[in-house]
């Protein structure tokens, strides 16, 4: 026979309960349910063992009893430190807090492009007796002290004389010409001008820089190969009283009869050097030959060889010279670095410079298929904010990619030699030579890109063996030995 439920043993902690009387219920004991069985079981009170107390010597304090210190974990909840980013202070929305950091960012890195090395101070272009209106806007566009190049050849300008230039890349030489004639419009010496340049994007830029101090008085239009010749025949109707050419469109438009030169006053060879390394040699000998009235020339040159001193004596004989420092040197804001490798190794020591410089980097290659093979493994392997130039890509892509690496929307630029020269973009921290230039002059032209007005940068170049015959002219035509590292943790 079964026992009733309330005479049944319970488990606790283990082991089995016996009843106090196995099946019969006192006269004041109420038949207890199951649940309240248990429960009365579980929470008895359990009777701690007696512990004595502790006694402390009277002379001792009481101390406190240290927690263990854990380190907070990073959370959105702590309170920001003082200059710290501010994507943690929860008073703020999410998106404003990520604009607040994204801008200080910004701030940080437009601070450690802003330190120059400050090599010479020339006089205030309030000194240099140019038009009131074009000191005016030289303010206005934040122009106060004049380079070395710009102190000394704009006097010679102004007086009329015809100037021989030459000084490294990245010294004032545009606004060492432009200044001279925007002041001699001001003051009506001149009717028409020209400027010559090697290439579309030197007159791209010598174009901009125009637009800065020009005015409606003061016309300007480019003639230039790779676009729309209509359209440029169209600028040319409205009779502009400046113009930036290339040798070959300009002839062109001159064998039509859409441009004459006979009224042409002021005349400037931009990068003769480069002119002359191009080809245009002939070019410009019969576009000399249709500035048939009295004219200014100017001529600058980044490098100095007997080739452009003869091309200067041809276009005037009474020219001044003007040399600042050393026409083959690099600029002294410029660290010079070189980093021998093998053909493998290459790319994964480019991958790590890229990942580790946040600033804007310039990469220069020997050939456009180089240049467009680099640009392609970079992006697969999930590069990102990077193009490439050649002279391969159209004329409007190549300006918009050139704009975008000016205003920061690219950070990597992969270019042949054709970029090495007028593409003035500010803020270049690293210029990358994957190859040793075919020519020793170019590597002065690359290297020109970065440490630019005084600023500082870096020049890192790859060389193999097979290349040491192109690094020796390179190092004779600096006259400098360049620095070698052991690996590219060395550089950054």
Not at 150 to 177: H, M, R, Y
Not at 256 to 264: A, K, S, V
Request: net charge positive; charged share 25%.
């Amino acid at each position: 026979m079964n026992e009733p439920y309330e005479t049944k043993a319970y488990q606790t902690c283990g082991g089995w309960a016996e009843p106090e009387k196995p099946g019969i219920l006192s006269k004041n004991e109420q038949p207890m349910s199951l649940l309240k069985r248990i429960k009365k079981i579980f929470n008895k009170p359990t009777t701690p063992a007696p512990q004595q107390p502790k006694t402390t010597p009277p002379t001792a304090k009481p101390t406190e009893q240290k927690q263990k210190h854990t380190p907070r974990p990073e959370s959105r909840n702590r309170k920001p430190y003082k200059n710290q980013d501010k994507r943690y202070d929860t008073n703020k929305p999410k998106e404003q807090r990520d604009t607040i950091y994204k801008q200080q960012q910004k701030k940080q890195r437009s601070l450690q492009k802003e330190t120059t090395i400050v090599e010479h101070k020339g006089k205030p272009f309030s000194n240099l007796n140019l038009h009131p209106d074009l000191l005016k806007k030289l303010a206005e566009n934040k122009f106060v002290i004049s380079t070395n190049v710009q102190e000394k050849s704009v006097p010679a300008a102004i007086d009329g004389k015809n100037i021989f230039c030459s000084s490294e890349t990245g010294s004032g030489k545009t606004l060492s010409f432009l200044l001279p004639m925007i002041h001699k419009f001001y003051n009506n010496q001149i009717d028409q001008a020209l400027i010559l340049c090697p290439t579309r994007e030197i007159a791209i830029q010598i174009q901009k820089n125009l637009q800065l101090f020009s005015d409606e008085n003061m016309t300007s239009a480019l003639v230039i190969g790779g676009t729309n010749m209509e359209l440029q025949k169209l600028e040319l109707r409205k009779y502009p009283k400046i113009l930036v050419a290339t040798p070959g469109r300009l002839l062109d438009m001159l064998n039509t009869g859409y441009i004459w030169l006979n009224y042409t006053n002021y005349v400037v060879l931009d990068e003769a050097d480069r002119m002359l390394d191009m080809g245009f040699e002939e070019d410009l000998i019969k576009i000399h030959s249709h500035l048939s009235g009295q004219h200014q020339t100017l001529l600058f040159s980044a490098t100095l060889f007997p080739q452009i001193k003869k091309m200067a004596k041809r276009y005037a004989s009474d020219y001044e010279e003007i040399i600042i420092g050393n026409p083959t040197s690099v600029a002294t804001s410029v660290e010079h670095v070189l980093l021998q490798l093998k053909s493998d190794q290459k790319m994964s020591v480019l991958k790590y410079l890229i990942q580790r410089n946040p600033g804007k980097i310039m990469i220069f290659f020997n050939t456009i298929r180089d240049t467009q093979r680099m640009t392609q493994l970079l992006r697969r392997q999930g590069a990102r904010d990077i193009e490439c130039i050649h002279s391969k890509i159209d004329q409007s892509a190549r300006e918009s990619i050139i704009s975008a690496f000016r205003e920061n929307k690219i950070k990597v630029l992969l270019g042949s030699d054709i970029a090495a020269r007028g593409i003035d973009v500010p803020n270049v921290e690293m210029v990358i030579n994957y190859d040793i230039p075919n020519n020793a002059e170019e590597y002065i032209h690359r290297v020109g890109r970065t440490g630019r007005a005084g600023k500082t940068g870096i020049a890192v170049s790859f060389y193999d063996d097979v290349e040491k015959r192109k690094l020796e002219a390179v190092e004779k035509l600096i006259d400098c030995k360049i620095k070698r590292v052991n690996n590219e943790r060395d550089i950054i």
